[in-house]
């Protein structure tokens, strides 16, 4: 039976708890049919990841026990679905050595280090229901299994809490675990805090949705199930992390858009609405100081978004809303889109809780236009209430260090990111600013400096990058696609400094090119990719182009001289044609010369008109004056 909408109790969504109940249960009926006769793997439909089909099929019970979980729990045990009897099968057969479905071991492969964490946490969160009430030998079976986790290496990145995760549940269930090794990772935990209560996935610049649907989920549900007492984590310490979500939450709340999309930056996103994982980890932890209506309307937005764009077998792919293969990393499997169910943990809430029970609340950019700063990512936050886009314009993530020789990443690298578009595959690079060498290939600027990003009077706000540009022959790195960029043989290019400023949602792209050593046809700034079924239908005379739902316009200010549009097919999980706006000077651009553009990106509302630019007589600053006599004066570094 279809849950009815109730506009009064969720005037945004029209979700009620029995909205997420039915889909829990539709998501796990349809992954169901996928379940071996032994009940350890589900072995969904789709192309295998690097660590192969056995791995893949773990993945799909670890990640699909995660929801089952979140779902007995809320109901305070009860089970008419029977599914934790279906998990308590798989559990059995999956750590039997002698079983045809044993699992591969944390110490054997890397992947079971990752899907333990999933197998451990809920059987914490069901203890009563499930761990309490296996067999002995079973019982003993899964704490030998768990236990290979103890001493291994793990790599210094959210990882370090899935052994974190097992090896209190080990402790818990009075298996074997090291005190040195929790204290190892909470170190390394501390190493990846940054300002603003933001977590860098790595010592890289690698600022992704890994802050929040892992390095702010595990920490506070771990205090929460495994170390009530506290005798592992320092009162001190949970205060830090309760302090660091909530300032967290802040900016997050900001970075999804009216129609629930979450931000498309980074990488894994086949995870989809897992984004909602931190929103509900503050309000089941009582550390949010979002209100409980604002929680289950920035939460429900995201599943809505995805729950109405959903394969007919209701199954979650490959994908973003439909299957697109191409979207995954290597270590993608069929399974691992249902990390998803991290965004769903606001079942393990009963029905009576606030988040359940209060009036939901309008997200910021339901209220207002947005403008902020984000300092740890380089990110400008902007968002107009008119359209519900929110984007951030980027100066300082790129899944890379300072110096970084390799590619850009299209994930982290361009200039901006937003819940409406996503960089495609193809070969024009869409928001950046790049030049052409002379065989026509086009430069990457990872590894460059951040400048400042800072908020200026008059609501305007700003930011800077600068690095020497290169060209990278990609051709023979063949290594796993985890997210970064690739190496190879690599030709130096000048140094370029880029600047955006941004009003209104609206940027103005600023660029100067030092001397070049080799021969450079010409410079390019490209605007925001625009997809749809049908082809974008391109601007005549000028960088635009216009898709039913969005309009993406490049307007040369200084320096350049022709306007495109680059229009390309199968490159983009949004649309089947997409197409990229940008400008461009006729021949190589003068050294130290100032170049300047308008990137726009918006829903055909109203244009506001560009300001004028003055450069000062130094060349390193330049002056902006709207027409409502607002002015903004930016450095731009040498």
């Known amino acids: 039976m279809t849950a009815v909408e109730d506009r009064r109790l969720s005037p945004y969504t029209g979700w009620t708890r029995g909205h997420w109940t039915a889909l829990a249960d539709r998501l796990l009926a349809a992954a169901g049919r996928y379940r071996s006769p032994g009940g350890a793997r589900i072995d969904l439909p789709g192309p295998a990841s690097r660590n192969g089909r056995v791995s893949d099929g773990l993945e799909g019970f670890a990640r699909t026990f995660l929801l089952a979980g979140f779902r007995v729990a809320g109901e305070g045990g009860a089970d008419p679905g029977g599914l934790l009897e279906h998990y308590a099968r798989g559990l059995a ?53 768990l236990a290979t986790v103890v001493g291994q290496p793990y790599p210094p990145i959210n990882w370090v809490w899935f052994r974190i995760v097992v090896e209190s549940f080990l402790r818990e269930a009075g298996g074997p675990w090291s005190a040195a090794d929790v204290e190892e990772d909470l170190a390394v935990h501390s190493s990846l805090r940054r300002p603003g209560g933001w977590l860098s996935d790595g010592d890289e610049r690698a600022y992704d949705h890994y802050t929040g649907w892992a390095l702010h989920l595990y920490p506070l549900l771990w205090t929460h199930f495994f170390d009530v007492t506290g005798s592992l984590c ?31 930056q980074g990488r894994s996103l086949v995870y989809r609405f897992a984004a909602a994982a931190p929103f509900w980890v503050g309000a089941l932890t009582g550390t949010s100081r979002l209100s409980p209506g604002l929680t289950r309307r920035v939460a429900g937005g995201m599943v ?36 998803a169910a991290k965004g769903m943990l606001g079942l393990a809430l009963p029905a009576h809780h606030p988040v359940w029970t209060d009036v939901e609340e309008p997200l910021p950019i339901e209220t207002d236009d947005v403008a902020r700063v984000v300092v740890a990512p380089g990110w400008l936050v902007s968002g107009r209430r ?14 890379a260090r ?18 409406a578009t996503v960089p495609p595959l193809g070969s024009v690079p869409d928001n ?38 290169r060209w990278v022959d990609t051709a023979g790195d063949d290594s796993p696609d985890h997210g970064s960029g690739r190496g190879g043989p690599v030709v130096p290019g000048p140094v370029l400094t880029v600047a955006s400023v941004v009003r209104n949602g609206v940027e103005v792209r600023l660029a100067r090119v030092g001397g070049a050593e080799v021969p450079v046809r010409s410079l390019r700034l490209s605007g925001w990719p625009v997809s749809g079924a049908a082809r974008p239908v391109a601007e005549p005379g000028v960088a635009a182009a216009r898709t039913p739902d969005l309009r993406s316009e490049v307007r040369p200010l200084r320096g350049f001289t022709t306007a ?12 089947e044609w997409t197409a990229i706006p ?19 990106l918006d829903r055909d509302g109203p244009d506001h008109p560009d300001p004028s630019l003055a450069l000062a007589a130094d060349g390193h600053h330049v002056t902006l004056t709207w027409p409502d006599g607002v002015t903004a004066e930016v450095p731009l570094p040498a």
């Open 386 to 399: 008119r359209d519900g886009i929110a984007l951030v314009v980027n100066h300082g993530t790129d899944h």
């Open 432 to 469: 950046t600013v790049f030049l052409l060498d002379a065989d026509g290939r086009a430069s990457h600027r990872a590894g460059f400096s951040t400048c400042y990003a800072t908020e200026l009077p008059g609501g305007v706000l700003a930011a800077a990058s600068r690095g020497r540009v």
């Open 93 to 145: 057969a999956g750590t039997d050595p002698a079983s045809p479905e044993a699992w591969p071991r944390p110490d054997e492969l890397g992947q079971s280090k990752v899907e333990a964490a999933s197998i451990a946490l809920v059987l914490q969160l069901t203890r009563p229901w499930l761990w309490d009430r296996l067999d002995d030998a079973v019982r003993e079976r899964v704490v030998a299994w």
């Open 304 to 339: 809505r978004h995805f729950a109405g764009a959903m394969a007919p077998d209701d199954l979650l792919t490959l994908g973003w809303h439909r299957a697109w293969p191409a979207m995954r990393q290597a270590y993608s499997g069929p399974g691992s889109p249902y990390w």
């Open 402 to 419: 300072v110096g970084d020789q390799r590619s850009d990443s299209p994930l982290y690298a361009r200039l901006g990111y937003s819940t």
């Open 582 to 600: 940008f400008v461009a000077t006729d021949g190589p651009p003068e050294p130290g010369a100032v170049f300047a553009a308008v990137v726009v």
């Open 234 to 264: 320092p009162g001190s310490l949970r205060h830090r992390w309760a302090a660091d979500l909530r300032e967290y939450l802040d900016d997050a709340v900001r970075l999804v858009g009216g129609d629930g999309s979450p931000l498309l």
């Open 564 to 575: 495109e549009v680059a229009v390309e097919s199968g490159v983009s999980p949004l649309g």
